[in-house]
């Protein structure tokens, strides 16, 4: 999964580290209630935005899923202050595209 927007006129890597005072010191904690616990395991983000508008999506593996390497979205509603406070690190690096190579 790579991240892409209309023209990519920047690209990078994001690095982060899970805040401490995450409950269970995982992001499974951030599930909403109406998806069961048992089935779907948090394992990252997709975060977009334009302008003063963010959304973000949960990546959740379905443990019951045969295919291990597919990934269902969940729509969740945070703003960015909420976003940055389940890290305790976070480092975004961008240039432009002509300038850094990501592997696909």
């Not at 995982?26 to 394992?43: A, G, H, M, T």
């Not at 202050?81 to 850094?100: A, G, P, T």
Request: proline share 2%; aromatic share 14%; hydrophobic share 35%.
């Amino acid at each position: 999964m790579q991240a892409k927007t209309q023209y990519n006129d920047l690209v990078g890597t994001v690095a982060a580290d899970i805040s401490d005072f995450m409950p269970g010191g995982n992001l499974d904690s951030l599930l909403p209630k109406n998806y069961d616990s048992n089935r779907y395991q948090v394992v990252g983000f997709d975060v977009w935005g334009s302008g003063e508008k963010m959304s973000c999506a949960l990546l959740c593996r379905d443990k019951e899923s045969d295919n291990d390497n597919s990934l269902i979205t969940i729509d969740v509603s945070y703003d960015s202050n909420q976003f940055f406070d389940f890290f305790k690190r976070f480092h975004m690096c961008l240039s432009y595209s002509e300038y850094i190579k990501i592997s696909k």
